[in-house]
């Protein structure tokens, strides 16, 4: 878990807080800060977001793996709709999510599960994910850690 996520978790809760949306923070299995925004329900208006470092892929001066202090990655779940990578979530909930996302400068990217299926964490998988951006922002961007 790296605090830098929490920072970008809680940051996001706040902003999402403030547009209107019922939030609850949490964390994964493996300790990465994770958001529930709406019910949670299958066929609810909710969305599911993890906030996560993306790995290292060097190591430090002794050969341990190196500490990850950026870039992040937001995994976001949305529900399908009947028709086929079309969420349930309606477009005046789900732009400014997707709004606060983008604003954070990290990868996004997007997971849809089956209707009538809750959004929650198992749902991010590689067969799930819709689509992927890059962010372009110092602060949480997707750029080498200095």
């Not at 590689?126 to 962010?135: D, I, S, V």
Request: glycine content about 10%; some cysteine.
């Amino acid at each position: 878990m790296a605090s830098k996520a929490i920072e970008l978790a809680l940051s996001l809760s706040a902003s999402l807080t403030r547009r209107g949306f019922t939030v609850v923070n949490g964390f994964d299995a493996n300790g990465d800060p994770t958001i529930a925004l709406g019910t949670g329900g299958a066929g609810s208006q909710s969305a599911f977001i993890r906030c996560k470092a993306i790995a290292s892929i060097g190591t430090d001066s002794v050969g341990n793996t190196q500490r990850s202090f950026g870039p992040h990655v937001l995994q976001v779940v949305l529900e399908a709709s009947t028709v086929a990578n079309c969420p349930l979530l309606t477009g005046a909930n789900s732009l400014p999510i997707m709004g606060e996302l983008l604003a954070r400068g990290t990868q996004v990217e997007l997971y849809m599960t089956a209707n009538t299926n809750a959004v929650e964490v198992s749902d991010i998988t590689a067969g799930n994910l819709k689509a992927t951006w890059n962010g372009q922002n110092s602060d949480f961007g997707v750029m080498a850690a200095v």
